[in-house]
C-alpha cells in the first residue's frame, strides 16, 4: 500500500470580496476531503467554474486575497513526516516548490518570460534553489534534463515566442520537473493544444511519472485525457467532489448523475446516436443552490435533494459518491437490481 | 447534384522576411471542395494548418493567391460582401469576444434585422427574433435587455448562432465554434446544426481540430495538413478506415472516454512548423512511419480511392484504378 502524500481535510477555501460594503464570498472550495497516494495519477475533472483551479491554488499553498482558506487543511508529506501548509512560513514554502511539489499552468505564453531566451528561464530557477557552489554546473544540469526528457537541446538558444504552443508546454513541464519533485500539479497543461500534440505532451508527463514514481495530479475536463492517463479520478461540480474511484469504475459504472451525464455527452467513433448535453449551466459559486447543488439540473430530483447536502459515502472498493439516489440503493444507472444490492455495505465517512 | 460552394484551387501565400531573404509560406496550397445544399462540411486538421485562413477567404475578408471560390455557380469577386449576396453567415470561436461586454445582447439583433431591412417596424422585428431564438431553444424575454456576461459560454454560442440566422442564411460557417466551450455542453452546439440542417437546410462548413464532434455531426470531412487537403471523404470512410498516415496519427491521437482503449505508442511532434510548410514533396514526409524515398522529392498526387482523396505515394493509381 502506498503512503498519503497529500491530503486535505474539509478543505474550504472562498473568495472573499467587498462589493460596496456588502460582503460578497464565492465558495470556490467547498469541504474537499482528498487523500493521494504516492506514485499515483489522480484527475480532477468539471466545467469551468467549477472551482478546479482554485483547489489546485490551495493545494500548492498559493492563497491569496481575496482567496482564503476558511476551514479545513492541507497536508504534505515532506520525507516521511506529515506538515500541515498553514504552518509554514513563506521561505519554507519556497523551498518545498519544485524540490517537493511543482506546478504546470496552464497558459505556457504567459509563464515563460517573453524576453529572456529558455536558458536563462533555467538559470532562474536553478539559482533559486541549489547553492552557490553548484551554480556553475547551472547550464549542464538544464542540458542533460532536456536531453533526458528527450528534447532538443538547441531550445536553450531560443526565445519562447520561437517555439511552437507545444514545445513550450514542454519546456514548462520539463522546468517544473527539473528538480525532481515529488508531487507535479497540472493545471489544464494540455487544454489549447492540438490533439497530437496535446498527446505528445501526455506521453512526456507520463514517462516522467513513471520514472521518477512520483504523484501527478492532473485537472483538465477533457474526459478523455483522463481515461488515457489518471489512476484515480475526482469529479468536481460547484466546489465539492461529488465522486471519486478508480478511472475504470468511474467509466464504467458512473454513479452520480452528472458524472453520467459528462460521459455521457461525449461523441464516440462509429456511434452516431443522438447525445444530450448537460441540461442548464453550471451554477454561479457566489450563489448556490440549496442542498445538492447539482438539483436544479438533475433528471431524478427529488424533495431531499433541494433541502440537504448529500453525505459523501465511501463504498467498499473506495468508491465515493455525494448523491441522495445512491443512498436509497436506487443507483441512477439503470443497472439490474441484483448489482446494486452491494450498496447497503458502504460505511458513512462524511 | 447542384453545389451551393465551391472553392477551386483556393491557395494563399504569406511572405516572410525582406526583400533579399523572402521565404513564401504556402498558408493555403490549392484546396478544393464543394459544398451541396443541407450538407455539414468539415475542416478538421491542427491549429496552422490553414483551415481558418481558407474560411476568412470564403467570407472575404482575405484576399486569395489564386483560385476560385464560386456561390451557386458565380464567381465571388473580390472583397465581396458575401453575407449580404449570398446568404452566408459566420460563427467564431470566442463567444465572449463576439459581443461587446457593454451592450446588450439584443441589440446586435436589432442591428442586423434594421440593417438587412428585414421587419418593417419593432413588433414585427421581436417576433423574427423570438422565432429564431425559439429554434436555439430560449425565448425573447428571456434575453431581451441582458448583456453578455449573463449568459454561460454554450447559451452565447447558440445566441451568436440563432444572429446568424436572422438573415435565412445557405450557408453558415462555424469557425471552431465549440473549442470555447465546456465539454459538457457542445452536444448542445453540434446538435443545433444537425437541427438546422434536417430543418431549415442549412448547410454548415464546420472547422474544428475536435475529430470525435465531426465524426456525430457531419456528412463529409477534409483533413488538412499544412496548408493541403491531404484526405477528403464520407465521415465514416475518413474517421472510421482513415488512409492517410497523417489521418491514422490523427485518429489514433484523439482521448477517447474509455480506459480500456488507451494511447499505445510514442508520436513523434515537429519541432518547428515552419519547416514542414517549406519541405519539399509531401510535407508530411518527416514525421510520416511509412516515408518512402520518393515522398521527400516530389508531391504526391491526390488520387481517388474507394471514393476518397487521398494526397499519399502509399496508394498508387492501379488502386484508385481497381477500386472505382
Redesign the interface.
Known sequence: MEHTILKTEALKAYYVLDLYGKAKVVKAVNEVDLDIKENEIYGIAG??GCGKSTLLKTLVAAVEPPLRVVGGRVTYRVAGVDVDVATLSDEEKRQLRLEFIAYVPQGSMSVLNPVIKIKDTYRDFIESHISAQQKAGAYELARDHLRELGL?VT?LDAYPHQL????RQRVTIALATLLKPRLIVGDEPTTAL???????V??LLKDIQSDLRNTVVLVT?????????ADRIGIMYAGKIVEEGT??RI?ADPQHPYTK???E??????D?T?????PG??PSLADLPSGCPFHPRCPHVKAICKSEMPPSLRQADGHRVACWLVEDGVVVSQRPAAQVSGEGTHANVA | MQTLLEVDKLTKVYTQGNLLARINIMAVDRVTFDIKPAEIFTLAGESGCGKTTTAKMIMGFEESTSGVIRHNGKPQRPNEQVWRTEGVQAIFQDPFATFNPLRTVDRYFFETVWSYKLAPNRKAAIALIDRKLKAIGLSYEEFAGKYPSEFSGGQLQRISIARALLTDPKLLIADEPVSMVDASLRMSIVNLFKQLRDEFGVSVLYITHDLATAYYVSDRIAIMFRGNVVEMGTVEEVLMAPKHPYTQLLRDSIPEADPKRRWQGKVILSDLEQEEYLQQGCRFAGRCPHVMPVCRQAEPPDLQVKGTLVKCYLYSEEDAANQC
Request: glycine fraction near 10%; aromatic fraction near 6%; proline fraction near 9%.
Open positions: 466545467e469551468s532538443p531550445i511552437s504552443g507545444g514545445m492540438d490533439v497530437v500534440v496535446q498527446r505528445g501526455v506521453q475536463h477533457d474526459m478523455g485525457v483522463h481515461a488515457n492517463v478511472t475504470e467509466f451525464y459528462l460521459i455527452s461525449l461523441p464516440k467513433f462509429g452516431k443522438p447525445r444530450d448535453s448537460v449551466s453550471p
